[in-house]
């Protein structure tokens, strides 16, 4: 129901952007956000936006790099990715909840995950 892609080989300080696109369902409504998960690591929160697309988080890692939004048909959520370090090399995930405050690992909606790797 959730479809990540945009992943690929980039170099260090490039810039990269990140699609998840829904079907199936609607998600117009639903926080949606992006995790991340390094070889060897835990999934992790990297951004999220609210479903009115009035709010957003981001992760310290992240925040003033990556920047989270919506598609005007709220359906469809984005990651702009810029000044990526070796450190972002992970895959990619698309999660969505009911609320921002409750969108974390154990959220209902994932994607399948595209892969980020950054040379240095």
């Known amino acids: 129901q959730l479809q990540a892609s945009g992943g690929g080989l980039v170099q260090a300080g490039d810039s990269l952007r990140l699609s998840c696109a829904a079907s199936?369902?609607?998600?117009?409504?639903?926080?949606m956000g992006w995790f991340r998960q390094a070889p060897g690591k835990e999934r992790e929160f990297v951004a999220a936006i609210s479903g009115n697309g009035g709010s957003k988080y981001y992760a310290d890692s992240v925040k003033g790099r990556f920047t989270v939004s919506r598609g005007n048909a709220k359906n469809t959520v984005y990651l702009q990715m810029n000044s990526l370090k070796p450190e972002d090399t992970a895959v990619y995930y698309c999660a969505a909840d009911n609320f921002l405050e409750t969108l974390s690992t154990e959220s209902q909606y994932w994607g399948q995950g595209t892969l980020v790797t950054v040379s240095s």
């Open positions: 199936g369902r609607t998600f117009s409504n639903f926080a």
